[in-house]
Each structure stands twice: as C-alpha cells, then as structure tokens.
C-alpha cells in the first residue's frame, strides 16, 4: 500500500489490510462489504497508534468528525493476531454530565446511572490509572453512588472528571497506545509468537449502546461448539429492555439464567435471531473461518458491532478446519495448513483437564506425551502384581533399564529421576504411547521407606497415587480429572490428506506387535526401526539370554540360541503380519550384553542357582563383562563380528519367517540393519554371513528371499566413510541418538543433568537429543547422504533416532531428498502432517520465486 493513512473511516473501499490496522479493523471492513449493519468505525494504523505511544497525537477533530454531535465511542485493540492480546476495550468514550442528563430521560435514571458509572470506573482505572478498589460498581447504580464516584475522581486526581469527548477520546488512546508499549505486554505477546516490533491498531467505534425503547441488549453468538467443533449455536445474550439486566441464552427454548425464567433472544427476537443466523453463515463462506458475533440490539434494531475467530480445542481445531474444506469453503490443503501439528499430538493421547486444579509434587522433562494417574509402584515387579491386581500404578525409578520394560508395559506411566529425551524410559515410553517424565532430579526416592519425596519435602507412600503428565512434564499429586483422546473422523481425514500432499515417507520406529498395530492404526508406511534386543527380555528369554552369554564355547553358545530362535521367529511373523505389504527393517541385536545380567547380590545369587554355578564365577563373569564406557564398548556391530552366532540366529528367524508368513500369502518387504557401523569391513564380514544363512533357509524352501540389507549411520565415522560403506549396503539409516552422543561427546544418560543450565546459558540454543543440530549432527548428516549417494546412486535414505518426528528433523531430510523419516508410532500423525505442511509451504515459495 503505498498511502498509509494514519486515520480511516472503515467502508468497503478504504485501503486497509491487517499488516497496517490490525486483524480486527480489517474483519470490521469484510463485515462492511458484506452489508453488515456495523456502526461508523474509523481505524488507527499501527504507526498512528505507534506515534500517539510518542506523544504525536493524531488530528482529533478529524477522527471525531463522522461521528457528529455528543458521540459516544468504543476503542478496542487490533493487533495483527488477536492472540496477542492488547489493552482492554474502552467502551462510552464521551459520556458526560450533559449525555447523562439526556440518556435519564430518554432510557431512564437506573440505565443512565449504569453506563455513566461504568465509564467512570473504566476511565478511572485504564486512562487515569486510579486504584481499582475505590472504584467498584454498587448492585444498584445510584444518583447519589455515581456522585460519590465523581467526587473520589477529582479528590484522586486533582481535576474533574473531563467533560468534552474530544479530551477523553484523545486520553483513551494515548493510554492504550502506551500499554501496548509496556514491558509486561511486550513480554506477553512475545511469548505468544509475537515479534519484537509487533504493532498495534485501534478501532474506534460509534457505540450501538443496547439500551433505548423496545427491544435492547447487547450479546455474541458462535455457530460451532468450541470444544467439540461441531455445529451448535451457543452465546448469551444481556437483555437491556426496561431498565433490567437479565442474562438470556442466545438460542434455544432456555431460560433467564439470574432469577426468573423467560425466553431465549431467539424466542424474543426471532427475526433478529433469523438475521444473525444468516450473517453467520456468510461470515462463515466469506470470511472462511468459525466466527464469534457480538452485537446489540438498540430499539429493536440488530448491529453488528465485531468478529471474532472462535478461541478453540485442538479437537475442534481439526473438526473445523476439516468441515470448511468439506463444504469446499477452503481448499484441502489450506485444512492441512491451518493444524497446528502439536494440537494433533495433543489429541492422540489423554490430557489433565485444562481446568482442573494441579497439585504439583516435581517438575520434569516431558519425554512422552499424554497423562496418566495410578498408585506410586518402585519396582517393575510391583509393577506387574499391580497390573495384575487390576490396580493401576505409576513406575517410578531412578533411571530406567532394560530389565524393567515387562514393568514399563504393566504401568499407566513412568516417572524418572535421571536422563534426557534419548534415555531408556523416554524411548520405550514414546513407542508405547505411555506417558512418560524423565530427568526429574529434585525428587528423592527412598527405597527403604518406600516412599517418595518432592522439592518441598512432602512425601508420599507406596500404593499413592500420584499422575504423570509427559506433556508438560509436570508430576502431580492425586488423580485430577482427565480429558479423553479424539481420534475422530476429522484426524483421520486430515491426515488422508496431508498425505496427498507430502514428498517424504513416514515409518514407525516399532519393536513389538503392539507397536506395529500402532504404527498400523496410524497409517504409518512400515516400520523404520525395530530394535530386537527389547524382545530378549520378554518372558523366559532373559534366563535363556544369560545362558546364552554364559556359554564356554561357540558350539554352546549356539545351542542355546537354538532355543531362542523359534521365539525370534515367532515375533518377526507377527510383526511381519501386522504389517503386510510394507518394508519391515529389523535391526540386528545393539546393547552390551552386561545390560541382560543382574548387578544386584540377589540378582547375581539367583542367576548363580539358574546357571548351577558358583556364585563367584557368576560375579568374576558380570565383572569381566562389565565396561568402562558400555556405550561405546562392545555393542552392536561389535558383537555381531566377536560373537557372530547371534546375527547368525537373528537373520535365520527373519528368512524363516518371511518364508513362513509368504507361505500364507503375506507379501513382506524385510530389510536388516547393522548397528553401530564404523568401518566398511564391518558389513563386508557381516553381510557375508547373513548372505549365507540366506542360502542356507533358501535352499530348504521353495520361495525366494527378497531382502535388503543396510547400515545404520550413527558414529561420526560411518557418516564420514558412507561412501565404501554404501558399496555393501542398499539403505543408509542414520541414527541420530547415538550420532549426536559421539558428536558432542555427551552422554545421552547423563547430559538432563546440566542441559537446562547449557540450554538457559545459550551454550546449545536447544537439548541437540531433542532438537536436531543442523549445524553439526546436521553437517555430518548431510555429508554421509552425499557421499552414501556417491557409492551407491540408488541407496535409500532415512533417520531412525527420536528426532526423526520432529519439524526441524523432517525439514532437514526433505531439503537433503532423504526417502523416509521412520519415529515412534505415536508421533507418525504430527509426522505425516508436518511433512505435508512443509512440502506446501515449499510449493508456495517455488510459485513466489518463478
Ligand atoms: C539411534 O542411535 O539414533 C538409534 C535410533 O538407536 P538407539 O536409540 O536404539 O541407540
Ligand atoms: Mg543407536
């Protein structure tokens, strides 16, 4: 626009638009062109509303002059998101002894009385800035009460309530204007989104005062629920008629909501009603949004004074933006746009009710999303008998290992002292879907007692219940009232969508049948990862684990994991089931093996009995097992080129049960991964070996074996090496969790306990675990994709760590033309939108640059 003016009386033609006036001033000029009844309204740009802050105030005669003689104005707030907030609304701007004297005789004493008092009150507290408790509005507004208030005005200021309109109006402004400039609001709106320099417009509005002869009142209308997003018509209405205020439903066949029963303003006013009716569904078509009216009635005649967008649920969020495009009002992709991705996760999982009260015991790191409630438990043992008792519980440990996962399932949720958003419980908490708050380090366990404690030193017992919010990580005491998951028809359809429209694959890390159902349910494209060591501590294969590890021998070895094998095959059949038609990609066993041995006397002593062994054999075993820095030690490929025998036993169960699952007619895309690969002979050997056992199963069955194998990226070195490495593998799967532990050289156990230090200090400007570094973690990403690209044209590329559902994460692997980002089944929702949002907003900006 190349005219600003800072003064403009709203008509249809008048160049306004919301990066100058504001979001309401340029609502208030649609709801003109649509021949709405909105009374005369002039706007204030943001730099007229920035200069009256400056002391520069606007030509007053010339803002007052569509207003006439004796006028009495509102000023209200326009920012350019109504979200930010602003200065309240001032209403009866020009409101004076003279009005008042005219307003008694023509709506009477009491109403007159009424509106004079409320201006002076709100004029007193906003403008002249006067302690609000010497100026309360009595039940009953009095000649004598508005006299008293009058007089405590001029005693508090020195001066007379000012009299000319012109005076007032230019105080308001100045007023409002100033508050916007304010440290406190600023810090607001920041918080909201706002930008530093984020202007403020006003509107000042000739006041359709609901009070008068016949019918009169003031009242906003909704055609949608708020909460639900279905359509209902909601509102109150505060009827003015005869000097009595009496609050009324807008709709319906209800009643006076104070003392008396009576009609609803639909009842009292049908044709008014028929009108706002009307005005909403074409606010609705042209505006192309849910919109809140407020109105008044003045004598029987309906104003349009505002247009609100309707303050929403996520649930209906997604219910609405699905029904716009439904009614093919906004166009598909704009539905997909206008959802936030958070607000799914919000629906996905259940939540502590907005209003309900919280009784905070500890803060956290939110690590998995959702709330849940049940009896404190410290053990995974207790875990299970509370699971069997029916009896829901909270597992609550210092740190969780992988011993505890059968107790992880049997709990609602997991509370932990130790780790970050990489830990053992956030990852296993996440793939279940349970919530999950990790890292809370000023709560004190004690074991002894059998009971917990908080910061402020309250305890609470074994057997308490307490909940788990992993939303905002917060721990709470007792069972506050929940809100239920909304996977409704609209979620589904939105995500149909956005899968029209996104450029990336989205699989599911996933690594038991419940997580593949999971993954499934939400549409995901395969699964990305599954971890198989979590399947070593189901049931009766811990002890058979440890007997494997135990083994003198390779023949021993083997013939323990003879026994394990049937159980392997069986999980890949169901997991290959599930997912029918899609790629699974199993990876080959990670951890060190010290994680399956107990570290306890009585651990040590019953293995010493399972095993018939001295128990100082067992502890000189654990020992020598036992790591300086596990992470780094003996695990993943390691243990596959030192002890080969059990890849050998993992890669039979696949083929076989891709033989068996294709006998009964489940096509299966399997895909086996090597951890932890930092050298190119390191898939050399195991890929010679898995090849192998590949022909062996083959040539006992009549079907072909259609395989793939890959190598997860997730030291420093593979990325560096990908090129060779690339050679002897079809798929790079880069492993953000361990390659950002090696990166920074942090521990993903240990970094909770001074990340919020380095992250309040801007030394990281986030926890690299939960936000992808692009600059470094990202850097080594990009290059090992290069060069992967370079040793194999055709090599698919993908991330498999927790970052992998994230916007920064999805970004990043669009712009480098990665294949598939695979994350925990619960996050594939915000995934598949987040994916289709970006490759909108990319279409966009390619149409905005040619
Ligand atoms: C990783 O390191 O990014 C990964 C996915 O593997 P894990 O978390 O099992 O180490
Ligand atoms: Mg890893």
């Known amino acids: 626009m190349t005219d600003i003016q800072p ?41 007229a509303v920035n200069g009256i802050a400056h002391g520069q105030m606007p030509d007053m005669e010339a803002l007052m002059a569509p207003f006439g003689d004796q006028p009495l104005l509102s000023v209200r707030p326009s920012s350019l998101n109504p979200d930010w907030g602003g200065p309240s609304a001032v209403l009866n701007v020009g409101m004076n002894d003279a009005r008042y004297a005219q307003l008694c005789k023509d709506i009477g004493v009491t109403a007159a009385t009424a509106i004079y008092m409320r201006f002076v009150q709100s004029y007193a507290i906003h403008v002249a800035r006067l302690d609000p408790d010497e100026f309360y509005l009595p039940d009953v507004a009095t000649v004598e009460s508005l006299h008293a208030m009058l007089a405590t005005y001029e005693f508090e200021t020195d001066e007379p309530f000012p009299q000319q309109a012109k005076v007032q109006l230019g105080e308001v402004l ?30 000042v509005q000739r006041m359709a005062l609901g009070v008068g002869q016949g019918d009169c009142g003031t009242g906003v209308i909704e055609f949608v629920d708020a909460n639900s997003g279905l359509p209902k018509i909601v509102g109150r209405y505060v009827n003015q008629s005869q000097g009595r205020e009496r609050i009324q439903d807008v709709a319906g ?7 008396d029963r009576g009609p609803s303003f639909e009842e009292q006013c049908p044709e008014a009603f028929a009108e706002l009716i009307e005005y909403g569904a074409l606010i ?10 407020k109105f008044t009635m003045e004598s029987g005649v309906l104003h349009i004074l505002d247009g609100i967008r309707v303050q929403r649920s996520s649930r209906a969020t997604v219910r609405i933006a699905v029904a716009l495009a439904n009614d093919g009002i906004i166009p598909r992709e704009e539905a ?18 907005p209003k309900a009260k919280r009784d905070l015991i500890v803060r956290g790191i939110a690590a998995s999303p959702g709330a849940a409630s049940g009896r404190i438990v410290l053990t995974a043992a207790e875990a299970q008998a509370s699971a069997a008792r029916g009896e829901p519980c909270v597992l609550v440990r210092r740190e969780t290992t992988p011993e505890d996962i059968r107790g992880m399932h049997a709990a609602q949720a997991v509370l932990t002292m130790r780790g970050g958003v990489t830990s053992h419980a956030a990852v296993i908490g996440r793939g279940l879907g349970l919530p999950c708050v990790v890292g809370a380090f000023d709560l004190t366990i004690d074991r002894k007692k059998s009971e917990i404690s908080g910061p402020d030193g309250r305890k609470f017992a074994v057997g308490d219940v307490i909940t788990v919010d992993g939303t905002t990580g917060q721990v ?37 049948p419940a997580d593949a159902q999971a993954a499934q349910n939400f549409a995901a494209e395969g699964i990305g990862l599954c971890r198989t060591e979590h399947m070593f501590f189901d049931g009766d294969r811990l002890g058979v684990m440890r007997e494997m590890i135990f083994a003198e021998s390779s023949d021993d070895r083997r013939a323990v994991l003879e026994r394990l094998l049937p159980m392997q095959r069986d999980d890949f059949i169901s997991l290959f089931t599930i997912m029918a038609g899609k790629s699974v990609c199993v990876r080959l066993f990670d951890p060190p093996l010290h994680e399956f041995l107990p570290s306890d006397k009585a651990g040590l002593r019953d293995l010493a009995e399972q095993l018939a062994l001295p128990l100082s054999d067992v502890t000189d075993r654990v020992h020598a097992l036992s790591e300086y820095n596990p992470m780094l030690g003996m695990r993943g490929v390691r243990l596959g080129i030192a002890i080969p025998e059990i890849y050998d036993m993992q890669a039979q169960a696949i083929f076989e049960a891709m033989v068996a699952v294709g006998e009964a007619g489940v096509a299966i895309s399997a895909e086996i991964m090597i951890p932890l690969v930092s050298a190119m002979r390191e898939v050399e050997l195991v890929k010679a070996r898995v090849d192998a056992v590949a022909n062996t199963v083959l040539s006992k069955s009549k079907s072909a074996l259609d395989y793939r194998l890959g190598v997860m990226v997730e030291t420093p070195r593979a990325a560096l090496r990908a090129e060779d490495i690339a050679e002897h593998a079809s798929f790079l799967s880069f492993g953000t969790n361990d390659l950002t532990q090696m990166t920074y050289g942090l521990s993903r156990d240990d970094a909770g306990r001074f990340m919020s230090a380095y992250v309040q200090q801007g030394v990281y400007a ?28 055709d090599v698919t590329l993908s991330i498999c760590g927790e970052h992998a559902g994230s916007r920064t994460a999805i970004a990043f692997c669009r712009e480098h033309k990665f294949d598939y980002v695979s994350c925990s089944p619960f996050r594939v929702p915000v995934a598949r939108l987040t994916a289709a949002q970006l490759a909108l907003a990319a279409r966009v900006n390619n149409k905005t640059d040619t």
Request: aromatic content about 4%.
């Open 253 to 259: 066949a209800i009643y006076l909501t104070r003392d």
């Open 7 to 47: 003064l403009t009386l709203i008509t249809p033609t008048a160049p306004m638009s919301a990066g100058v006036h504001g979001g309401r001033a340029k609502c208030l000029q649609r709801l003109i062109r649509l021949e709405m009844p909105v009374p005369t309204t002039v706007a204030l740009s943001f730099g």
């Open 336 to 353: 997909v746009m206008r959802v936030e991705p958070a607000a799914l996760s919000e629906l996905l999982h259940r939540q502590v009710d």
């Open 284 to 293: 609705r078509r042209k505006l192309r949004e849910e919109m809140q009216i």
């Open 476 to 512: 709470l005491a007792g069972a506050p009232a929940m809100l239920e998951a909304a996977l409704d028809g609209a979620f589904q359809t939105l995500l149909e969508w956005a899968d029209e429209f996104r450029d990336i694959g989205v699989r599911a890390n996933a690594d038991t």
């Open 174 to 203: 100045r007023s409002m204007a100033r508050a916007w400039d304010g440290t406190t609001a600023r810090l607001l709106r920041q918080a909201k989104g706002a930008p530093v320099d984020a202007g403020l417009g006003l509107v």
């Open 766 to 793: 986030e926890d690299p675990f939960h936000t992808l570094d692009v600059e470094g973690v990202g850097e080594l990403v990009a290059m090992g994709a290069e060069r992967g690209r370079k040793g194999r044209k």
